[in-house]
């Protein structure tokens, strides 16, 4: 009796003990509180621009197509929280929608990145053979051009608008993830899950959809999110040359390459949307930082 | 090692025509013809501008066109007024004969314009990877010297800041700062344009590079440092660190000799996508302060859709990354005894 209640506490305590890969993710990134933050951050500024602007239009009374030449290049002010841009239009509204369009960019288009990159890299590492070496030899091809180059060359065939951004940078963005994802496919293929649901005669897609897949899905979180941020960077260096999303649609990006030729007059014009792309790339960064060393095993302590 | 550099050379062969296919299709993909400028010009009559089409061979099928690009035409007769019979010699080389075309806008070799343009981009390009390799990896090493503490948390702070910046944002405030509020510093450009002689001023021109060469460098320092400091608390921990500390070495010693060759290894590898990266960032960065070089030239070319100098800096920019490369692979020769080819 006395065994049995022993044998029952010893399991129970098992239980409690057992861990496992997300559990113990979780429980690294809640000690982790510069990513924490940085995670809230985005949350925010992710909230803010997609339900704040009709709240703040109707407390501050202010209209995101409102503009007045006599009010052009006003600083910051009750009224005005962050001031008024070259054509007498609130600041701080701009931005909200901005973030809207930036945001909305950097996410759709990270997420095809990762589509794409997951689909390509996976088939490539398991095919192996010619199929693994064409896509290699495309992928290396691709990114011995500059980046810069390519993106210039998208845009200026398309003219660039939130959409057509978003395919640019989300067909481009992927390389570097099917190569992560790639050698990550190639180490699994040879261990014994992977050999034994072959020996039972599950079909090529099935092992890679339930046997591969789950197990590279925690890098390409991690390169998902890096590349959220470069690609808040692209779009405001697409912008800046004149190849971004164009005019009346506000983005970070183009309110920040704007504000060039007007610093002169307001230099808040200069300041917040800058300030915005950074801090929003930041975060990225660091979330990106933070996943690693939570979903990365062998940076655990 | 000549043979290790040949064997290399070889196999970027395939990636290098990879890359002529595929900037050739992309920027045959664009709507919008090159000839655009003749048929709104209304002295042009149709037939001149037809003529024009055939002599610059646009008349031609996508591959023919891209043969002609690759091995030229200077073997040939081109019809040019449509009756059937070749008219006039053709003039191309080809890419493979070091012809990379003529310029729609400038009228002039294409190989010719980059030339004169990249000594400028390298002005620019090349003391910012110097600084900011050497600053990233004094910044880098100081940081896991000091893991954990406050150093090491501001410098962590600042490399991530680093590449976090929209650089053209940097440069925009450093030009607020110290050419528009302090006067200290030139706006832009490469030279101060009032003076008349050609001679050749050094304060001048490095006046001109501060601010430029610090955005630059500042996204470069950024990267090093971070790479560096991981690679730095990477061999810290081997055991070889511990076996020459209980040989009884100085920390000096150990240091220069054992944990800093070690931890540059790594950063080698870095150096092909720092230029690479360093040739995109470049394209802005001389937007941003007039700055005479390729990058200027690639954009222009861009808006006046002049496909042949587009094609010329696409593959220069691809072929300095190849190269790049190859530099990285050199470095990790030097600095690793156990790679030997």
């Known amino acids: ?301 | 090692m000549t043979a290790y550099l040949f064997r290399r050379l070889l196999q970027a062969i395939p990636t290098i025509l990879g890359i002529t296919v595929i900037s050739f299709v992309l920027i045959l993909l664009a709507p919008g013809d090159p000839l655009a400028q003749f048929v709104f010009n209304p002295a042009a009559s149709p037939e001149a501008t037809e003529r024009m089409r055939r002599q610059m061979g646009l008349d031609q099928p996508i591959h023919m066109q891209y043969l002609v690009w690759m091995i030229g035409n200077d073997w040939q007769m081109i019809d040019v007024d449509g009756d059937g019979t070749g008219d006039v010699q053709g003039t191309r080389h080809g890419l493979l004969r070091g012809d990379l075309g003529n310029s729609f806008q400038h009228n002039q070799p294409v190989l010719k314009l980059i030339m004169e343009r990249i000594p400028a981009t390298l002005r620019l390009t090349v003391p910012a990877l110097l600084i900011g390799y050497a600053a990233g990896i004094l910044l880098g090493t100081i940081a896991a010297a000091n893991q954990g503490n406050t150093i090491d948390q501001i410098i962590r702070v600042f490399s991530v800041t680093g590449i976090a910046l929209p650089n053209f944002w940097l440069g925009l405030i450093l030009i607020i700062i110290f050419s528009v509020q302090l006067h200290w510093l030139p706006i832009g450009g490469m030279r101060d344009l009032s003076r008349t002689d050609a001679g050749l001023d050094v304060w001048d021109m490095i006046r001109h590079m501060i601010l430029p060469v610090t955005v630059l460098a500042f996204g470069i320092i950024a990267s090093v440092t971070r790479y560096m400091r991981a690679s730095v608390l990477e061999v810290i921990e081997q055991e070889y660190i511990r076996t020459a500390r209980s040989k009884g070495l100085t920390e000096r010693r150990i240091f220069n000799r054992h944990i800093l060759r070690n931890a540059l290894i790594p950063i080698a590898t870095l150096f092909g996508p720092a230029l690479a990266g360093l040739i995109s960032g470049s394209v802005i960065i001389e937007q941003v302060f007039s700055w005479p070089g390729m990058g200027r030239l690639v954009i222009t070319a861009i808006y006046q859709r002049d496909s042949p100098l587009i094609m010329g800096s696409v593959l220069i920019g691809a072929a300095l990354y190849i190269i790049g490369l190859l530099i990285s692979d050199v470095l990790y020769a030097l600095l690793d005894p156990r790679i030997r080819f």
């Open chain 1, 1 to 301: 009796m006395s065994n049995s209640s022993q044998v029952s506490s010893l399991s129970e305590e098992i239980q409690s003990e057992e861990r496992s890969f997300w559990g113990d993710a979780r429980r690294q990134l809640l000690h982790d509180p510069l990513t924490l933050i940085a995670l809230f951050v985005l949350l925010f500024l992710t909230l803010a621009s997609f339900a704040g602007p009709p709240v703040v239009e109707n407390i501050l009374n202010v209209d995101v197509e409102d503009a007045s030449v006599r009010d052009r290049y006003l600083p910051p002010s009750q009224e005005h929280i962050l001031g008024t841009d070259h054509l007498g239009r609130d600041q701080l509204i701009r931005l909200l929608y901005g973030g809207r369009v930036s945001l909305m960019v950097a996410y759709a288009a990270s997420i095809l990145s990762m589509t794409i990159g997951l689909v390509v890299g996976i088939i490539a590492g398991y095919s192996g053979g010619i199929v693994d070496d064409a896509i290699m030899w495309f992928i290396s091809t691709l990114t011995s051009i500059p980046a810069l180059f390519l993106l210039l060359i998208a845009t200026s065939i398309f003219s660039p608008s939130a959409t057509i951004l978003v395919f640019v940078l989300g067909l481009l963005g992927w390389l570097e993830m099917a190569r992560l994802i790639r050698g990550q496919v190639l180490m699994l293929k040879g261990q014994e899950f992977v050999l034994a649901a072959q020996a039972l005669g599950s079909s090529p897609i099935h092992i890679m959809m339930a046997h591969i897949l789950p197990n590279v899905i925690s890098i390409a979180l991690i390169s998902v999110t890096i590349n959220a941020g470069s690609v808040i960077l692209a779009e405001s260096s697409l912008s800046f040359l004149g190849l971004g999303v164009q005019a009346p649609t506000p983005t970070w990006g183009n309110m920040l390459s704007d504000s060039r030729s007007y610093f002169a007059r307001g230099l808040h014009l200069v300041i917040f949307p800058g300030t915005l792309i950074t801090v929003t790339v930041l975060c990225f960064f660091l979330v990106g930082d933070g996943l690693r060393d939570a979903l990365d095993p062998r940076s655990r302590k």
